[in-house]
């Protein structure tokens, strides 16, 4: 963590007071931003595509070295050329976020060829089955749910012991939907397990506050990833409720935002820069979900 003074002069939660509480203004040993993870550690969920391969080649850009985890090696492999292609470090990590032993197996190899942790982007998830609530199977809840929800505390649960040793942080990527937007009709499960996650970085913040981790929430609004062509709908037409902008109101005209703009603010809450930010859900959506939450 930063090693700076409160403007009170006393330490925050998260940082060391200098000397007779002095706050220095410049720091010769600080890294630049494009270095600001040299030599720390992160790993990545759900980056074979989307926000997640956004995040590990953005944090890789900025020096660290990067687990790249997903569930398709092919996909995999790709991200990790593309950060070594660009003077990176990576290693390719192939685990079902669903299995506990999958997961703890990735950590034991960041482990063994690192021998730290410092950051984490908790961001494997699906849209999974939109459907109306008495339409909706147990089994298509319970796949979402494991996939979005489960999946956070057994990837948190997982690096954690690991990364009492450094401190550091986590980044849980979590949605709009079921935080300040419900308009999404059928997306009851998808919604639920995001609210679930805001809520888990939220009491997960407190208790790794004493460890020097800091825990927060990312809730993306519409972004342009392919998860956007994998939700699968079945009887919404007669539930939904249509949402039409006023005109002049959408900052960027309805477009979505990129992975990129998303991977940037990730990498933000990750690094000394956010040193006191934790226990929070920050919203990258262009104001959009004020208007339609």
């Not at 730290?116 to 008495?134: H, I, M, T, Y």
């Not at 998808?190 to 809520?199: D, E, L, M, P």
Request: with cysteine; glycine share 10%.
């Amino acid at each position: 963590m930063a090693r700076r003074a409160s403007s009170s002069g006393s330490p925050g939660p998260f940082r060391h007071s200098s000397p007779e509480g002095i706050t220095p203004v410049s720091d010769s040993t600080s890294p630049s931003a494009a270095g600001q993870f040299t030599g720390k550690v992160a790993l990545v969920t759900g980056a074979g595509s989307g926000i997640g391969k956004a995040a590990a080649i953005e944090l890789g850009r900025q020096g660290a070295k990067v687990g790249v985890l997903s569930r398709k090696a092919d996909d995999v492999q790709a991200t990790v050329d593309q950060i070594v292609e660009a003077g990176g470090e990576a290693i390719p990590l192939v685990a079902d976020v669903t299995s506990q032993a999958a997961l703890e197996a990735a950590v034991a190899t960041i482990a063994e060829t690192w021998g730290r942790l410092d950051s984490l982007v908790v961001n494997a998830g699906a849209n999974g089955q939109f459907a109306p609530v008495d339409d909706l199977t147990l089994e298509e809840w319970n796949r979402t749910l494991d996939t979005n929800l489960t999946s956070t505390f057994l990837t948190t649960r997982a690096a954690v012991p690991l990364m009492r040793g450094t401190g550091g942080a986590i980044v849980i990527v979590s949605s709009v939907n079921g935080n300040r937007n419900f308009a999404y009709a059928g997306a009851v499960a998808y919604s639920t397990s995001k609210a679930a996650q805001v809520a888990f970085a939220k009491m997960v913040a407190l208790e790794l506050a004493k460890d020097r981790i800091r825990v927060n929430a990312v809730c993306p609004g519409a972004i342009d990833t392919p998860i956007n062509g994998k939700t699968m709908r079945r009887n919404t037409e007669t539930i939904g409720v249509r949402v039409h902008f006023p005109d002049g109101v959408h900052m960027y005209d309805g477009e979505p935002g990129t992975a990129d703009q998303a991977a940037e603010l990730i990498a933000f809450l990750l690094s000394d820069a956010a040193d006191h930010v934790s226990g929070t859900e920050v919203y990258i959506d262009a104001a959009e979900s004020l208007l339609v939450g």
